[in-house]
């Protein structure tokens, strides 16, 4: 009896002694999961990381690129092309032996002034003409309400034409001449043209600030 009762407690040890491999195994396994979550989602940010400096490095490469591809000598070529029309606007003016105005009133300034502001928008912002910049220019993302941004695409002249299309402080000085030359063959027909894009341009003004007035009340 007593080699039986001395020989009880080691049976129950070789019995409990699965039940504790199978537990340190399970715990061994859920601490490699652990450690391999853990591994994974590292490195999933390293390489959200990583790609995040790739794009950085390849946008400051693409902007020292088109620094190095500034068409210098074509914006050369539109400044030329803008003095010549400037020129033979006042060579015909002189072969017509009609002396040009002493003065713009300042009531026609205002006018074109308004006009040239909003027509250089349309022209370089808006959806709708976007047709006519699309072999200049590319989308880059949203603009203002009814407006997109883009940018100047190719080489060379056509780069160049782009980038003024891009920019309406660039086109607006070709958009004033506009309405000066129009102003001194046909003032008549130059101020109804320029009535058309003024009015337009104070009624977006005044939608502007319906919208803002509404952002306000909403606010209240």
């Given at each position: 009896m007593t080699s039986l009762s001395h020989r009880r407690p080691f049976v129950r040890q070789q019995t409990d002694s699965p039940w504790r491999v199978l537990s340190a195994t399970a715990s061994v396994a859920s601490h490699l999961e652990i450690i391999m979550m853990n591994a994974n989602r590292k490195s999933s940010g390293?390489?959200?990381?990583?790609?995040?400096?790739?794009?950085?490095?390849?946008?400051?490469?693409?902007?020292?690129r088109s620094r190095r591809e500034k068409p210098t000598g074509n914006y050369a070529a539109l400044?030329?092309?803008?003095?010549?029309?400037?020129?033979?606007?006042?060579?015909?003016?002189?072969?017509?032996?009609?002396?040009?105005?002493?003065?713009?009133?300042?009531k026609d300034i205002v006018l074109f002034a308004v006009a040239t502001q909003k027509l250089s928008r349309v022209i370089t912002k808006d959806k709708v003409t976007?047709?006519?910049?699309?072999?200049?220019?590319?989308?880059?993302?949203?603009?203002?309400?009814?407006?997109?941004?883009?940018?100047?695409?190719?080489?060379?002249?056509?780069?160049a034409i782009g980038e003024l299309l891009t920019c309406p402080f660039c086109i607006g000085t070709w958009i004033a001449s506009g309405f000066i030359y129009g102003y001194i063959f046909t003032p008549r027909v130059t101020r109804v043209l320029a009535s058309i894009f003024a009015v337009s341009g104070l009624a977006d003004f005044l939608q502007q600030?319906?919208?803002?007035?509404?952002?306000?009340?909403?606010q209240k």
């Open positions: 390293d390489s959200q990381v990583e790609q995040r400096n790739a794009d950085r490095r390849k946008q400051r490469r693409r902007e020292r400044v030329a092309v803008f003095n010549g029309v400037l020129a033979t606007s006042l060579l015909v003016r002189k072969c017509l032996r009609e002396p040009l105005p002493e003065r713009v009133e300042p976007s047709a006519f910049r699309a072999p200049f220019t590319e989308v880059e993302g949203k603009g203002g309400p009814g407006e997109i941004e883009e940018r100047a695409k190719g080489r060379g002249l056509r780069r600030l319906y919208v803002k007035a509404q952002e306000m009340n909403e």
